[in-house]
């Protein structure tokens, strides 16, 4: 069974930094692709950033040279180093991994940009 579990989020005032966790589990981790996504009140889910097994990432345009995506292979576990946040980054967000086509989701971790 593949479960993911997020954590990280919380509130933080503009220009403030976070970083989020997910920890893998029941997946080969080392070899997939891993997400995070966001979905704020209202809006349709985004995709934020994603890296492929051997580490090249790639980012929504609004978050390029804010966020960093990294992976930790030994320790199934990803991470979304979030800085200069702005409010409107205020969303859920969800850690992702495919696995032969089926997409896994975790819960989310919320993440609240106000002063």
Known sequence: QVRLVESGGGLVQPGGTLRLSCAASGINFKIHPIAWYRQAPGKARE???SITSDGTSTYVESVKGR????????????????????????????????RQGV????RGTQVTVSS
């Open 47 to 49: 995709l934020v950033a």
């Open 103 to 106: 997409q896994f989701y975790g």
């Open 67 to 98: 966020f960093t995506i990294s992976r930790v292979n030994h320790r199934n576990t990803a991470y979304l180093q979030m800085n200069t946040l702005k409010p409107e980054d205020t969303a859920v967000y969800y850690c992702n991994a495919a």
